[in-house]
């Protein structure tokens, strides 16, 4: 992948992480107390925030899926060992260390977490409708969750796939997952038909990157005017609708266009590919896996805290997260790709 391609989902992965950042704060680090007026945009603060976590969703499924089909072409094979490997120390360290601070934090009482909260959010089961939920400081685990259920099933899907025509059967699968997530609609099931619509962003992420790369071509030069349509409808669509068209835009048209919007970032023009290829935004977004766990601290409810304070935890946590993208992310990541290399030369 060209290397404008990685810096240009970066930046859109640090968009992603604000889009959180900015729900987190508005409405539960207790702001609205001080500024009424956020209640009554609430629910277009919450679409918004949810929107941050689609973009992650239909950004990692691209990438995953790119590199699966890399394999693929290269070798002629793909290895389901060694793409877990890889996922494992991707994912799974950072979350289990700040899941370890938080456990130290709540033995002071300086948080408070179940040990039950704390096995179901490090199990990858926060997004499913347990008693005692996850706790508000890893309630956010939920999007880690679908990601990881994704990667169960995952891998057997994309082997089907490449059985036929790769980009049409997954095309497919999608299509069973916007039967399904309509059908539970109707059958009164919202849980359930949101799980369906979570890993359809995920799989809209994996179509995009199967295009054709003479397709993938006209995406990338998309004219500005259809790019910015597509943001200022999906932009109004969430700020204007009802709750009921909401659901089933998010079904219908919201993951294409997310995909629009985010594969189809119309850098050849030169001002928006200087800002996409800002090397400040690109790292920001490098570090956001970091940014996104441990901001639950940052943006969660204290009493007492004024507003500033919030913020200059925040920073706090981008500092926190640069340092430990590069003496603790990093190195686990190197480890997990010499691990998963390994398993490729032993297949």
């Known amino acids: 992948m060209p290397t404008k391609r990685i810096e240009h989902i970066d930046v859109w992965r640090f968009f992603a992480v604000m889009l959180v950042i900015q729900e987190h704060v508005l409405l539960f680090s207790g702001l609205d107390v001080n500024f009424p007026i956020i209640e009554t945009y609430s629910l277009q603060i919450e679409r918004f925030g949810e929107l941050g976590v689609l973009i992650f969703f239909s950004i990692s499924g691209f990438v995953i899926c790119m590199g699966l089909n890399s394999e693929k072409t290269k070798t002629g094979r793909v290895c389901l060992s060694a793409f877990c490997v890889r996922r494992f120390f991707r994912i799974v360290p950072p979350l289990w260390f700040y899941l370890a601070c938080i456990t130290v934090l709540s033995a002071f009482e300086m948080v408070n977490i179940s040990n039950t909260q704390l096995f179901t959010s490090a199990a990858f089961l926060c997004n499913l409708p347990f008693e005692k939920g996850c706790s508000r400081f890893a309630g956010h685990t939920w999007s880690l969750a679908y990601e990881e259920q994704f990667y169960l099933f995952f ?86 609708l009802a709750n009921e068209q909401d659901m089933f835009l998010k079904i219908l048209a919201y993951p294409f266009l997310v995909q629009v919007i985010v594969f189809g970032t119309p850098t050849h023009f030169a001002w928006v590919k200087r800002f996409f290829e800002n090397a400040s935004l690109s790292y920001l977004g490098r570090i956001s896996y970091s940014v996104y766990l441990w ?31 590069r003496y603790f992310e990093m ?12 398993l490729k030369a032993a297949a």
């Open 155 to 240: 891998p057997l899907l994309f082997l089907w796939a490449f059985r036929g025509n790769k980009a049409a059967r997954i095309l497919a699968a999608m299509g069973v997952l916007i039967a399904g997530a309509l059908a539970l609609i109707y059958v009164k099931q919202p849980f359930w038909a949101d799980y369906c619509t979570y890993f359809l962003f995920l799989l809209t992420g994996c179509f995009t990157a199967l295009l054709p790369e003479n397709v993938m071509q006209k995406l990338r030069n998309l004219p500005f005017s259809i790019w910015f349509f597509a943001a200022i409808l999906l932009a109004s669509s969430m700020s204007f």
């Open 331 to 342: 190195p686990l990541q190197r480890v997990g790709t010499r691990l998963s290399n390994n």
């Open 295 to 325: 901001q639950e601290l940052a943006t969660a409810y204290y009493p007492n805290t004024n507003w500033w304070q919030t913020l200059s935890y925040l920073v706090l946590v981008f500092i926190f997260s640069a340092v430990s993208f």
